[in-house]
């Protein structure tokens, strides 16, 4: 049975591309209106018209940086603004660079720390104002968290700090009937996979050799999970994180 989020306003932080923007495809498609935010604006007009070219719900775009306080609780008002509602929130901003020990530097530590465990808290904090009961917060997550690569030791650090947060937020909103889960990709194959040197590299050879699955994911794989946690379906979960990997571990 088809999945359904007729009714329902979800934000979706990064959408204008890879994993973000197949995600608001997906939930727009399944009838959700769906508000998508990235900080530069020349990527949203094209990618609003990606997912209006599918949707059953309406679709908004917001230009704003997450890792600022008064831009996070702007993203959470023209949500608000155009739908006046907010059921489901997916915290899908993010950078990566891997790293060596020896090349880390302040500039790098901070940008990574603030737009992917900053500016999740910053925009969960506005969100939870007007999401009520039965709502979803989705935290993107990532395999390496666990798998802890060479080099990665800052990405994988704000990961690991996704995971922790999202278990203590899901205790800390339970009483409000508020969801909290880490959705957990492993290698997707992506603008920024390409770009960032992953696809054709060492590490996609080391980690197809380490699926079962025998491939690398798909940013529609990691969609449908997350219309999945974003729906009444996954009432029942709370505090979990989800590997979506193709067995990767």
């Known amino acids: 049975m088809e999945i359904?989020?007729?009714?329902?306003?979800?934000?979706?932080?990064?959408?204008?591309?890879?994993?973000?923007?197949?995600?608001?495809?997906?939930?727009?498609?399944?009838?959700?209106?769906?508000?998508?935010?990235?900080?530069?604006?020349?990527?949203?007009?094209?990618?609003?018209?990606?997912?209006?070219?599918?949707?059953?719900?309406?679709?908004?775009?917001?230009?704003?940086?997450?890792?600022k306080a008064a831009e996070a609780q702007g993203i959470i008002e023209a949500a608000i603004k155009n739908y006046g509602r907010l059921d489901i929130l997916v915290n899908n901003s993010g950078v990566y660079e891997y790293t060596p020990l020896e090349a880390i530097t302040e500039e790098h530590f901070h940008r990574h720390f603030n737009i992917n465990v900053l500016g999740l808290l910053l925009v969960t904090q506005a969100a939870v104002k007007y999401l009520g009961e039965g709502g979803s917060i989705?935290?993107?997550?990532?395999?390496?968290?666990?798998?802890?690569?060479?080099?990665?030791?800052?990405?994988?650090g704000t990961k690991a700090a996704v995971d922790a947060i999202t278990i203590v937020l899901s205790r800390e909103l339970g009483p409000k009937k508020i969801r909290v889960n880490t959705l957990?990709?492993?290698?997707?194959e992506t603008e920024g996979t390409h770009s960032g040197g992953f696809?054709?590299?060492?590490f996609e050879k080391f980690a197809l050799a380490q699926t079962p699955l025998g491939r690398i994911g798909q940013p529609s794989d990691i969609a449908s999970i997350a219309?999945?946690?974003?729906?009444?379906?996954?009432?029942?979960?709370?505090?979990?994180?989800?590997?979506?990997?193709?067995?990767f571990r």
């Open 199 to 202: 696809i054709g590299s060492e």
């Open 184 to 188: 957990s990709p492993g290698i997707v």
């Open 138 to 156: 989705i935290n993107m997550g990532s395999v390496a968290s666990r798998i802890t690569s060479p080099n990665s030791a800052v990405y994988s």
């Open 227 to 247: 219309v999945f946690l974003a729906s009444e379906d996954s009432a029942w979960l709370t505090g979990e994180r989800l590997l979506a990997s193709g067995g």
């Open 4 to 67: 359904r989020l007729d009714g329902k306003s979800a934000v979706i932080t990064g959408g204008s591309k890879g994993l973000g923007l197949a995600m608001a495809q997906r939930f727009a498609a399944s009838g959700a209106d769906v508000a998508i935010l990235a900080r530069s604006p020349d990527t949203l007009a094209e990618a609003k018209a990606k997912i209006q070219a599918g949707a059953k719900g309406k679709v908004a775009t917001v230009s704003a940086d997450v890792s």
